[in-house]
């Protein structure tokens, strides 16, 4: 499974819903998060990816899109 799809999977789980956004769709607006879901989509990115992200970087608007989170886990290798 690719990068894309892994973190399209782990959108819906947090959300609890089937979602496939498009790259600028605001994760937001469209309601698939909340502020209360950044914290579990952060938590489940760390685990899938094996990666650490700081708590300077819970920042909404870097995870705004699929594309913002995509370019994010590709500058944390």
Do not use: C, H, W
């Not at 499974?1 to 609890?16: G, P, Y």
């Not at 708590?55 to 994010?72: A, C, Q, V």
């Amino acid at each position: 499974m690719d990068r894309r799809s892994k973190v399209i999977e782990i959108l819906s789980r947090v959300a609890q819903k089937d979602v496939t956004p498009g790259d600028d769709e605001s994760l937001f607006e469209s309601g698939t998060l909340d502020s209360f879901a950044l914290p579990d989509l952060v938590s489940a990115l760390e685990t899938e990816f094996g990666i650490s992200i700081p708590d300077s970087d819970m920042n909404p608007r870097k995870f705004e899109t699929l594309g913002r989170i995509l370019e994010y886990l590709d500058a944390r290798g």
